[in-house]
């Protein structure tokens, strides 16, 4: 079993920054990629950014250029520095750790919850 464990969310105003964290332990043998999603009210899980083993970035639309997705391969930590926050970032920040050989198997965090409010 894996565990995922996020923290640094936060309630924070209009332009100001964030920088989530997620670590993973346990039965970790090849972690192929990590990454971040959120969820608002309402609204169904997205990908906000992911960052694969070879160091190949993915970012959703909305936050490119604000956003940056960096990796620690010797801590198995993931981060997710957020500047310039809107109102419309504001949801539950999901960590995902995915792993696997032939199969993969994708394991969650708890969730932290980013608020931008003035």
């Known amino acids: 079993q894996v565990h995922v464990v996020e923290s640094g969310g936060g309630l924070v105003q209009p332009g100001e920054s964030l920088r989530l964290s997620c670590a993973a332990s346990?039965?970790?043998?090849?972690?192929?990629?990590m990454g971040w999603y959120r969820q608002a009210p309402g609204k169904q899980r997205e990908l906000v950014a992911f960052?694969?083993?070879?160091?190949?970035?993915t970012y959703a639309d909305s936050v490119k250029g604000r956003f940056t997705i960096s990796r620690d391969n010797a801590k198995n930590t993931v981060y997710l520095q957020m500047n310039s926050l809107k109102p419309e970032d504001t949801a539950v920040y999901y960590c995902?750790?995915?792993?696997?050989?032939?199969?993969?198997?994708?394991?969650w965090g708890q969730g932290t919850q980013v608020t931008v409010s003035s």
């Open positions: 346990g039965s970790i043998f090849r972690i192929v990629g």
């Open positions: 960052i694969i083993s070879g160091g190949t970035t």
């Open positions: 995902n750790v995915r792993q696997g050989t032939w199969t993969v198997s994708d394991y």
